[in-house]
């Protein structure tokens, strides 16, 4: 075997090498994209409330020509969901009409539950609050503890 065999053999055994590297680094890429597409799924269809018993009462607006972005981002700034991309999938999906009137939501509602209040309200959820007047809102400064007014956050 003279120097040009083994050449070519060793040409042979780089490219193997280099194929299975590929391959591995393939797979590896596939497994990734596989966890993250997964736990989206999961988040996506697992109904999960942000609290637990009882929940806290937020009274909640939605204003007239306000979209799923917009109210998804609120919803997440008052403490009711923790994924506004999921909420935005989720209205989506069940076609999710929002009747703006304010609400009174609770922390221990799901995804669903929120979606099935805005589409179709009840006077369950209703507030007697009239569209427009003070609206109360978990303080951000608070961590979730207390409750203040819009009014007195300008002031």
């Known amino acids: 075997m003279g120097n040009r065999?083994?050449?070519?053999?060793?040409?042979?055994?780089?490219?193997?090498?280099t194929f299975f590297v590929k391959l591995a680094i393939f797979c590896v890429v596939i497994y990734l994209?596989?966890?993250?597409?997964?736990?989206?799924?999961?988040?996506?269809?697992?109904?999960?409330?942000?609290?637990?018993?009882?929940g806290e009462v937020i009274t909640f607006e939605i204003k007239k020509g306000e979209t799923s972005e917009e109210?998804?981002?609120?919803l997440k700034e008052a403490g009711l969901i923790?994924?506004?991309?999921?909420?935005?999938?989720?209205a989506k999906i069940y076609e999710t009409n929002f009747t703006p009137n304010v609400y009174n939501l609770k922390t221990n509602m799901t995804i669903k539950n929120m979606l099935d209040v805005f589409d179709s309200p009840t006077a369950e959820y209703i507030s007697e609050q009239e569209p427009g007047d003070e609206v109360y809102q978990l303080s951000p400064e608070d961590d979730g503890v207390g409750l203040e007014t819009e009014e007195s956050e300008s002031q």
Do not use: C, N, P
């Open 5 to 17: 065999g083994l050449e070519k053999l060793s040409q042979f055994f780089v490219g193997l090498a």
């Open 33 to 54: 994209i596989g966890i993250r597409l997964f736990d989206f799924g999961h988040r996506l269809f697992y109904e999960k409330a942000m609290s637990e018993g009882e």
């Open 71 to 74: 109210i998804a981002e609120r």
């Open 82 to 90: 923790d994924d506004t991309l999921v909420f935005k999938f989720r």
